[in-house]
């Protein structure tokens, strides 16, 4: 969870910068309706009086508990399109570290991770278009026997999934199987942020 973690202070840091500044929107707003309410009094010569005071604040009541709904909004919307900005970052992090130097060795965790869980012995592989020269089967299956203390059979399936990288694992009777594609770790990742920021950021909205 270090990863979610990161960018939990991330959104939580880019949350409280814009915050501070649709409060300090509202406090400009504020002021200028005051000093807008005083130099209509002074050109009217018109003295405050209990009614007209009482009056005032309760404008000036209704404007900031109005303000402070609007900000509220604003902030909600601020720390969604941020969880949308880091989840698109992180995406193509990912999608970079799958196409470079370390891409063998995401690859290999990727499908050991899910060997572990499917704990079958007979395993196929569904990899996008385009990869099978990418994937080492000899070495994956030595390390899920590493991992596991036992040899499987692994095979690349005839048919590919459509992803920008990863894998889906699955069992050869296609009963169980586990999508580590790309995609489909970017949407369990972003449920992962939307889950912390809920308890870390939104507990006080």
Do not use: W
Request: avoid cysteine.
């Amino acid at each position: 969870m270090s990863g979610v973690t990161s960018i939990i202070e991330t959104i939580n840091r880019k949350t409280e910068e814009r915050a501070e500044k649709i409060i300090n929107e509202a406090q400009i707003v504020k002021d200028q309706l005051l000093r807008e309410a005083m130099e209509k009094a002074g050109r009217l010569k018109v003295s405050m009086t209990t009614k007209a005071e009482t009056d005032a604040k309760a404008q000036l009541a209704k404007y900031e508990a109005s303000t402070r709904l609007k900000s509220k909004h604003r902030i909600l919307e601020a720390k969604e399109e941020i969880v949308g900005e880091v989840v698109a970052a992180v995406m193509e992090k990912a999608r970079k570290t799958l196409e470079g130097a370390e891409g063998k060795e995401a690859l290999t965790r990727l499908v050991v991770e899910a060997a572990v869980a499917l704990d079958a012995q007979e395993l196929e592989l569904v990899i996008p278009d385009g990869s099978s020269r990418e994937v080492d089967v000899a070495s994956l299956k030595k390390a899920i026997k590493e991992k596991t203390g036992r040899p499987v059979s692994l095979e690349i399936a005839s048919e590919t999934v459509r992803s920008s990288g990863g894998v889906v694992i699955r069992t050869v009777d296609k009963r169980k199987s586990v999508d580590n594609t790309l995609e489909a770790r970017m949407d369990r990742l972003a449920g992962e942020v939307r889950e912390a920021v809920t308890r870390a950021l939104f507990q006080d909205s």
